[in-house]
Structures are given as C-alpha cells and as structure tokens.
C-alpha cells in the first residue's frame, strides 16, 4: 500500500458508484474516480477485483486473447526510454541482433499452435527504414503462408505512408505505447515526445489497424500520475492495452528503481479495467516478478483479459503452459481466430 | 553462472568449460563451488526469468535471441547455447 486514503470518500461508496457508472451504465471512471480507486485500502481490494471482473465478464466476455511477441530487431536502439535494455544509449547487456526469416516463421507457428490469435513482430528503432520495411513484408507474406495467425507489428514511430503500407500487408493490429502519463513522459523519454507517440497512434486507427497501446506502471511515477495514464489511454481508445510491470533492468537509468508493490499492481490492474470496461486488456512484461503465480491469478480474476504467452523481448515469461492451463482451470476459454484479412 | 554449459549445442572452438563468469552480471564466479559464490545467488534466481547474457568461460556478451517458447544465446568463441 503507498498511500493511505485521507480525504477521500468511504471505500464502499467509492466501489458502488463504480458499480453503477462501469458496470451498469459501461462507462469507464473519471480520472479523480480512478485516482480513488488506486488509493483504496487493501481489505477493499478483494472487492475492487471482484468489480473489475465483472466489469470485464459482462463487456468483454470471459475468452482470453492469447498473443505471443518476439524481437525481428534486438538492441542498438537510437532513442533513451529510461526503462529500456534495448536502447543503445545505456550500458546494457542486451548485444544487437537480427533474428532471421526462417526462425520469425518458425516461432509464427509454435506460437500458433499454443492457441494464440496474435502474434506480434518488434524491432528495437525509433521508426523503421527502407530494409527494415521490406522484411516485414517478407516475413508477413512467409508466415501468412505457414501459420493460421493473425499478424500484429511494434515498430515506433510511422510515417503516413508506412502506416498505409502496412493495413494493405494486412497487419490488422500494431503496438505503440504510451507508457507513461504524460506529466511523466519527460522523466523516462528525452529523445522523442508524447505528442509524437500519439501521432503514430492515431494514424494507426485512422488506417483501420486495431491500435494496442500500452503502459509500463512502476516507473516512480505517482498513484495520480497512474490515474492520468489510465484515463489517456481510455481516451484514445485502444482496442488492446498492455499493462507492464517495471521488470528494473542492469544498466539503465531506472536499474535501481525497485519492484512495484504486488498489491499496487492488482489495484491498478482494476483501475484500468475500470477505465476501459471494453478493451483488451493484456498482462504484459513484469508480471512474474511483481504479482507472482498468485497475483497472476488474481489479476485474471481481477479484470485482465489477455495474456502474451511465453518469453517477452529479452526476458522469459512463465512457462506457456504454465499460463494456458490456469485459463482452463479458471474456465476461460482461449479466444478463437478470427481472421481479419 | 549459465546453467547449461558452454559449448552445448554447436559451434565451439574447444571442449566444455567450467562456468568461470556470472552469465547474468559477467562479474567472476566459480559456479557455486564457494561461499564466494553467494553474490550471485541473486543472479542464479534472475536466471530463471531471463537468458544468459555473457558466456561463462570468457565473459564475452552473447548475441541472445528470445522466441515465445525458447531462447538461444552464441558466444562468439564458445559457440551456441539453448536451454
Ligand atoms: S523506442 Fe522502444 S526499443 Fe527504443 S529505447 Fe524506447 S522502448 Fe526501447
Ligand atoms: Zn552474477
Ligand atoms: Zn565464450
């Protein structure tokens, strides 16, 4: 628990008139409703879960969207995001490597073949170039041809012209995250600017590309500084939101931030579904460190609705089937593809 | 220390090395054999959630590749390791 509510209403009432805006009326919490939420005392939180996925099972449904995401290009990245291991601005451990076609379409279709709908392509630049470009084509076109999956990209900031290109490959969702507020962005980012993460964002919905945009909680930022990024997020609706844990990593400049309480996690876990009573909401990197095997399942149980399954970027994940067969215990069925080209 | 030894798999220039670097930190370390060791325990634990980065017979940084359901990690001299 960080803060202690003080002046703020009593948790009961804080949680019906959650109830009734969200879940009866499916509008998603103000940003001061948010900020209560977040500051709720930890006996409340069993039933902030308990909202929040109910929230989720009435708008959402009880599937489970499982992805899996893996790095075309790793490391040597231009820009300074401060809790990057990738960005070639910090002494970190992570070398550059470009993984190749083959083992991209080979790992397209073990990723398929957990009962994953998305798999997610990502390269470590600033924006892509020429080559770059063209080898997603390529890779698109290869995986299209071996695996029965329907195929997301994480590649920066886009012109206009490379976010066309990619809706007529028939990329039909691409990541590009916000993951700060943007009173904290400055903090984390010095080399590009939220305004032009938001540009990317919405030339990406404005194309008909499913836009997933995320956010990396555990940053030092504050509970009202989470708030602010849940009701930014709620406002450029997404259809997908990936929520990260700070996983600190050597080297950059937020190695030495510690991990994020677990039960600051699940409340904003909660938050953002209460935020976003519609959207996808996917656990993303951290979770195995910050929540732990219990805090997985509670957060399921506590509105997330979709999981990246397996290994992230450069760290490991839990074991895949670690993930899928909690889903079948908690008896939510893995959503089926539905092919979007 | 890496958990699976150098030279595993394919590629090395000389036979199976003794773990003598940290594979998470590069920092020296004798595999657990001393209470010296310990330092690296913490080490040993992040492991479990993320490949090695450096070899750990010549602390050279590995290029490490990160698939949904595996990992691979290839030191320049020592050749490649998988888990
Ligand atoms: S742009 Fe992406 S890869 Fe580059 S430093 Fe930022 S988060 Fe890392
Ligand atoms: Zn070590
Ligand atoms: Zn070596």
């Known amino acids: 628990m960080t803060m202690q509510p003080d002046l703020q209403a009593n948790p009961n009432t804080i949680l019906e008139t959650a109830r009734a805006r969200v879940l009866e009326q499916g509008m998603g919490l103000s940003e001061s409703q948010l900020v209560e939420i977040l500051r709720l005392p930890d006996d409340a939180l069993p039933a902030t879960l308990q909202l929040a996925h109910e929230v989720r099972l009435k708008h959402c449904g009880e599937d489970v969207e499982v992805e899996g995401i893996i790095s075309i290009k790793t490391g040597g990245c231009p820009e300074d995001c401060h809790f990057c291991s990738q960005s070639g601005l910090f002494d970190s451990p992570v070398r550059g490597v470009w993984l190749d076609i083959p083992e991209l379409v080979k790992a397209a279709k073990e990723t398929a073949a957990t009962g994953a709908t998305e798999f997610c392509i990502v390269a470590a630049v600033r924006g892509p170039d020429i080559k770059l470009m063209n080898q997603i084509k390529f890779a698109i076109d290869r995986i299209n041809e071996e695996a029965d999956i329907n195929i997301a990209c994480s590649l920066g900031m886009l012109t206009q012209r490379q976010v066309d290109q990619l809706a007529e490959w028939g990329v039909h969702r691409y990541n590009h995250n916000l993951e700060t507020a943007r009173s904290y962005f400055p903090e984390v980012v010095t080399t590009h600017t939220y305004e032009e993460r938001l540009e990317t964002c919405n030339m990406v919905k404005d194309a008909g590309m499913e836009l997933c945009c995320g956010a990396l909680i555990g940053m030092g930022e504050t509970l009202e500084q989470r708030a602010e990024l849940a009701a930014q997020l709620a406002a450029l609706e997404p259809h997908e939101v990936p929520l990260n844990f700070l996983n600190p990593r050597p080297g950059t400049p937020l190695e030495n931030q510690g991990l994020m309480d677990g039960k600051d996690a699940l409340r904003a876990i909660a938050a953002f579904r209460l935020a976003m009573p519609r959207t996808v909401l996917r656990y993303a990197g951290g979770r195995e460190l910050t929540l732990g095997d219990l805090g997985t399942r509670e957060g399921l149980m506590g509105g997330i609705n979709a999981v990246i399954v397996g290994n992230y970027l450069t760290t490991l994940g839990r074991p895949a089937n670690a993930d899928l067969n909690l889903l079948v215990e908690l008896n939510m069925p893995i959503k089926e593809l539905q092919k979007t080209l | ?83």
């Open chain 2, 1 to 83: 220390m890496n958990r699976v030894s150098t030279n595993a798999t394919t590629g090395g220039t000389s036979g199976p090395t003794a773990a003598e670097f940290c594979g998470h930190c590069g920092e020296s370390s004798d595999g657990g054999a001393s209470a010296t060791s310990d330092v690296h325990h913490t080490c040993e634990e992040l492991l479990q959630l993320e490949p090695p980065r450096y070899c750990a017979a010549c602390r050279r940084r590995m290029k490490v590749q990160v698939t949904p359901l595996g990992w691979s990690a290839e030191c320049s001299r020592h050749g490649l390791l998988s888990p």
